[in-house]
């Protein structure tokens, strides 16, 4: 991989089809759009979390602003994504009644 730099960035840069990197699409878009919000210590660990969307068919969180982060770059991801859905947050009930609610209403 490091015997040759040129040829290393030639596949990257050239070689790769971006379909065929769907995951790393979804961490760049995931980042790019959170440029645009307030800065949190969660905002790295939402980047990783988005690469699992084309995983699953709804992805929860209580996190009102990772929720338009994901909206966001479902319109243009290049592969299936999850639908992203907010869980309330469970001040009155358990954590289980609220995710159960959650999925009811979908």
């Not at 760049?28 to 979390?49: E, I, R």
């Not at 243009?76 to 609220?98: D, F, K, N, S, Y």
Request: proline share 7%; net charge neutral; charged share 25%.
């Amino acid at each position: 991989m490091c015997a040759s730099r040129e040829v290393f960035n030639r596949f990257w840069l050239h070689g790769v089809e971006p379909e065929n990197m769907p995951r790393n699409w979804l961490r760049w878009a995931a980042d790019t759009v959170q440029a645009d919000m307030k800065v949190t210590d969660g905002n790295p660990v939402d980047v990783q979390h988005a690469s699992y969307l084309p995983d699953c068919e709804v992805f929860l969180t209580a996190d009102k602003n990772f929720l338009r982060v994901l909206d966001r770059i479902a319109e243009q991801a290049p592969v299936p994504v999850g639908r992203a859905r907010r869980v309330a947050p469970a001040a009155h009930r358990g954590i289980v009644e609220a995710i159960e609610h959650t999925l009811r209403t979908l």
